[in-house]
């Protein structure tokens, strides 16, 4: 269906409050009548009716002079009630949409409060988690609720959960798995299941947080509120807000108001007239129509706007147009400069979507938004799923793979070839929610290993990780060895499965310590944080090493050292990198040269090495070591 078979409207939709009046605009321009309800309260039966007034451009508008805050609304269209698609509030469950005083949802302090500015997208320490699955401890009444995140739990000891635990990590953004109101979750507290569970990538309103995640969710401002609320914590904290946002399909398809609405507009039809599935859900949006991108531009604007978050990461960015991504880049990127934009590079299935037209890994290029690098998380840890290996377990082939993502997956010379025109495009990562977990992956692959060489290998996962230019991310447990039971898939698993155990952290704490000391160290060395491809050029050198070994130097502007070397053994043995391997003669004096190992396995440990009695480096076994250099 072309763009311009329908009149395109310009106008602000859904419902425009104040306290003397409320204007109601809906786009339908099939539809020749349609009905305002105007219920009482969310689960009244009785309901005032209005004829709602077409204009030319396909516009439904009818205004109602009277105080209609606390009021909910829907709109009769032939023999369908359905909700509004630009609600900013619904009732409990999402069945009807409600209008509500937007400024009494602010939450004290709520227009002044700090957000963190002046960091660039390197300087970026992304932590993914899922509200339930962070805060579901069992004995909490506050379990997978906006305000149980922002929580500062203290067992004792140092074992901080909740708020302090992302604090004292050091993370610098959080991404929460979506929160904008999905079905398949029941939002009665009365009538929930322990086991009605979901992640959320079942969309129903784009622009109103999830019930389920409220303290109470039959009230309609509640759950502004407390979201509200959370990201302001988190911003005191220090820590940026990322949401997750799902544009590229619906929950429901034939029957969702989207379709009811403007049939067969919002979505991609096939010839047939079966829905395009690209999404694997059911169907896919047709975000390349005029209206579909209207809706998703002013859906993000609205989320900055009115909840101050700091960033998106897009599900399924390749079932969203080039063109709509880009107009979404610019949008933001006009309230906000250093919001953070990123997304998957593919699609979930066949789709009707031209392959020129996908925002796919290449798409990024100087575009301003960044994408998931998945052939540098295989080249760590290999396949998602699956038995095969990667670097850490000994597969040698994948050195130059993982040496590209080193590099920050740019065009850093003939061998290393990336889709990155500079590092802050690739968002690395070993594992998402999605999958097996970085524990499980490694002991699936490696299923005669001890407890004691499986933690060696994480250990090795997250130091290639943290040390690598481009944007890191971590998912939520990787820091303590966390496990979901071998679940690849668990997007509908009970917590038994899903939910974080935190006594893992009292358990494993050397781990937790050792992740926490990397994040440190990137903070601490910018030379881990280079900003242009052209940069990472001039300061990263590989050396030539053996084939299951990587080594490489980074020059530092510094007035302590000159360089650092970091080495990446994946072998069972201990391997010595010759200083001429390093250095040439002509560069520096052996006798000249000064060096401290400021990490190894241990974490951040500050010892002098004499490098005049090996004459070479040592890296240990599965493991990353790091050196500080000095030649003056």
């Not at 043995?573 to 001429?580: D, E, L, N, S, Y």
């Not at 240990?620 to 070591?625: F, G, M, N, R, Y």
Request: charged share 25%; with cysteine; glycine share 6%.
């Amino acid at each position: 269906m072309p763009n311009d078979q329908y009149p395109v409207s310009h106008k602000q939709l859904g419902s425009i409050y104040s306290k003397n009046k409320t204007i109601f605009r809906l786009w339908a321009p099939t539809q020749e009548k349609i009905l305002l309800a105007i219920y009482e309260n969310s689960l009244c039966i009785h309901r005032m009716q209005y004829n709602m007034k077409k204009d030319i451009d396909g516009v439904f508008e009818i205004t109602i002079e009277e105080d209609l805050e606390g009021k909910f609304y829907t709109f009769i269209v032939n023999d369908s009630e359905v909700t509004d698609p630009y609600s900013v509030a619904v009732s409990e469950n999402g069945v009807r949409s409600a209008v509500v005083d937007l400024k009494k949802t602010d939450p004290g302090g709520w227009k002044i409060h700090s957000i963190p500015r002046g960091s660039l997208p390197c300087d970026t320490i992304i932590y993914e988690l899922n509200l339930i699955d962070y805060t579901g401890k069992k004995n909490s009444d506050k379990k997978g609720a906006y305000l149980s995140l922002v929580d500062s739990e203290d067992k004792g000891q140092g074992y901080q959960e909740g708020l302090s635990h992302l604090k004292d990590l050091g993370v610098t953004h959080v991404h929460i798995l979506p929160v904008n109101d999905f079905l398949t979750v029941e939002e009665c507290k009365e009538t929930k299941r322990e086991n009605n569970y979901n992640w959320g990538y079942d969309p129903e309103h784009y622009n109103v947080p999830e019930g389920s995640y409220s303290s109470v969710p039959s009230d309609p401002k509640n759950r502004i509120f407390e979201l509200k609320k959370m990201i302001m914590k988190l911003h005191q904290a220090g820590i940026k807000v990322i949401l997750d946002v799902v544009y590229n399909h619906t929950y429901r398809s034939k029957d969702s108001n989207f379709n009811v609405l403007v049939p067969d507009y919002y979505y991609r039809m096939k010839e047939d007239g079966s829905f395009s599935n690209g999404s694997g859900v059911g169907n896919e949006l047709a975000t390349e129509r005029s209206m579909v991108r209207k809706f998703i531009l002013e859906s993000v604007v609205y989320w900055v706007k009115e909840y101050k978050v700091d960033g998106f990461r897009f599900d399924l960015m390749g079932l969203i147009d080039k063109e709509t991504v880009n107009e979404i880049v610019i949008a933001l990127k006009r309230i906000d400069k250093e919001i953070l934009i990123y997304g998957e590079p593919w699609i979930g299935f066949d789709s009707i979507l031209p392959i020129k037209e996908r925002t796919l890994k290449g798409s990024q290029a100087h575009q301003g938004f960044s994408v998931y690098n998945d052939a540098f998380r295989d080249g760590i840890k290999g396949g998602n799923d699956d038995e095969s290996k990667g670097f850490i377990q000994g597969n040698c082939h994948m050195k130059n793979i993982v040496e590209t993502g080193i590099a920050g997956t740019i065009d850093y010379d003939i061998l290393h070839r990336g889709f990155a025109k500079d590092p802050e495009e690739s968002i690395n990562y070993i594992n998402s929610h999605d999958n097996l977990i970085l524990y499980d992956k490694i002991k699936k692959t490696c299923p005669y290993s001890s407890e004691e060489e499986l933690i060696k290998l994480n250990k090795f996962a997250l130091s290639i990780l943290f040390t690598s230019q481009g944007i890191p991310f971590i998912h939520e447990g990787n820091e303590i060895l966390r496990t979901k039971q071998m679940v690849a898939n668990s997007y509908d698993s009970p917590l038994a499965i899903n939910k974080i155990n935190w006594d893992y952290k009292e358990r494993y704490y050397d781990f937790y310590t050792f992740v926490r000391d990397l994040i440190y160290l990137r903070k601490a060395y910018r030379c881990f944080r280079l900003n242009t491809a052209e940069e990472i050029r001039q300061r990263l050198k590989f050396v030539s090493t053996r084939e299951c070994t990587i080594a490489y130097t980074i020059k530092e502007d510094h007035d302590d050292f000159d360089y650092l070397l970091i080495i990446h053994n994946a072998m069972e043995t201990h391997v010595g990198i010759p200083f001429t391997s390093v250095f040439s003669k002509e560069e520096v004096a052996l006798e000249s040269m000064k060096v401290k190992k400021i990490f190894d396995e241990r974490g951040i440990a500050y010892t002098t090495y004499d490098i005049t009695k090996s004459k070479s480096f040592t890296g240990a076994p599965q493991s990353t070591v790091i050196y500080q250099i000095v030649l003056r």
